[in-house]
């Protein structure tokens, strides 16, 4: 098939198969590792009856920091001020939205969960539509993103609610139904369509709360995200996802990442459906539930406003220095900050606020946040080039590029899944020159097609700790240059995906219902420790998500 690149938006023990044609979607044997004493089984009584986790995307640690220290009664200085702070937290690699949630509800990074991204390629699957398996040729594009929607273009994915976007409150729980099945890519062993928790190779956090008889509830931007209910398809009773990427309101132009006042407007709707939750209701408020064990949304507001060069007259991303933010961005941190005190102000007026860990983090950060440091290069020609010289060495061959995605990193899946193919790949990169514009539009040009890493074949399989037949990994993993985003354009100033500093370093911060004072810990930690980290908080083992035991992954540390 013909490359995709994005340019708009953020773009082992055997666990079982999670389809029937379980080869294509199981993991790979290895040995578990153990996790410290305080994360074996049975080592944790419940601190708390309630977990309420918060991913604000493209929020660094940095950014607390700055928050708290200028807004020292702001909500998020209270929940610092009463939190344990772990100031040196990264996400996994890619950075994308897609792994990094994976990560934080599963405890596993991409290896182990299977996720690499939210749009990627997949060797061993067929083409989306193919009825005729027999016959198809396996190779298919897995895009768990708004294309996978019944319609793209409407906040409620397809359902037929009228009076949208305001009725988008009665937006059903269960998403998978807005998923199109001819979106989705097909299993050859049984020639249907593989849902999104189909892909995943490991259980989730919600499937053990649910196993455990507890209510389970989360808000997010794609129907997609029921990837979240994990391989039962069952882990979230009530998954509100309305598409960030459709239509946005009338007085808005283009979807609702493309002005940030509809982005807040978009994110309102959540923090909404959250309050409901917190109330003892379902997301719509109409039905009473009881309160979740395991609920929370995920925030774009940050992201947007760190992306959009301007946008309601503001100018977007970060001042000169690379650590102040802009005055769009800090209207959209301060936008996070009222929602964060709706909710700490609803856990208090219902007695919540005794029974309810938080739980503030961030699927990814951003990069540059730099502005002097941002180069927007055209990966378009870059592709173009690496297929003509491919087929000028190979006559008759076609295109080497099969699939690729590059936001602030290049994934590429190639035609021929070779080593020498993937080492052709890497050659042209490490030798030719991309071209784009800086901040300020001045054309640059940029060295080893903006990469300053280059994995090819068997390398990439060790970077994730795979194996080399893994069919969803990318035969090439590009790591960019400080400042590069992947873009042919001038409508974006940030991008995430990689494995810069900025895309990774988020926060976590962890307030049980007992704290008292701040506590900062500078040790080393993941997001994926906040999968066991959840499960301690509610008494549950946290060695249950099945990626914990295969990477030996630990609950956050209580000390410095």
Known sequence: MLSTRRTAGSRVLVVGAALAGGALLAGVVAAPSLADEGDREGGHGATAKHVLLLSVDGLHQKDVDAYVRANPKSAMAALANRGTDYTNA?????????????????????????????????????????????????????????????????????????????????????????????????DPATCKPVYPHQYLKVNTVFEVAKQAGMRTAWSDKHPAYEILNGPSGAGIDDLFTPEINSIAGAQFSGDWTKDNAATQQYDGYKVTAVLNEIDGKDHSGANAEPVPAIFGMNFQSVSTAQKLPTSDGLTGGYLADGKTPGPL???????????????TAELKKTGHDRDTTIILSAKHGQSPTDPAALKRIDDGPIIDGLNAAWTAAHPGSGALVAFSTDDDIMQLWLSQHTQAAADFAKNYLATHTGSGTTYSTAPITVGSSGLTDIYAGAAVAKYFGTSASDSRIPDILGIAQTGVVYTGGTSKIAEHGGASADDRDVPIVVATPDARRAKRIGAPVETTQIAPTILSQLGLDPRAPQAVRIEGTKSLPSER
Not at 152 to 170: E, N, R, T, V
Not at 329 to 343: C, E, I, P, R
């Open 329 to 343: 961005l800090a209207k959209a941190l301060g936008f996070v900050d009222t929602s964060l005190a709706k909710f």
């Open 90 to 186: 990264v996400t996994p690699v890619p950075s994308d939205s897609f792994p990094g949630m994976v990560a934080q509800v599963t405890g596993g990074n991409p290896g182990t969960t299977g996720v690499y991204y939210d749009d990627t390629y997949n060797r061993a699957l067929l083409p989306a539509g193919t009825t005729d398996c027999a016959a198809a040729k396996p190779g298919a594009e897995v895009a768990f993103t708004e294309a996978a929607d019944k319609n793209q273009d409407s906040i409620d994915a397809g359902q037929g609610l009228s009076g949208l976007p305001s009725s988008i409150l009665s937006m059903t729980g269960a998403p998978a139904s807005l998923l199109n099945p001819a979106a989705l890519p097909v």
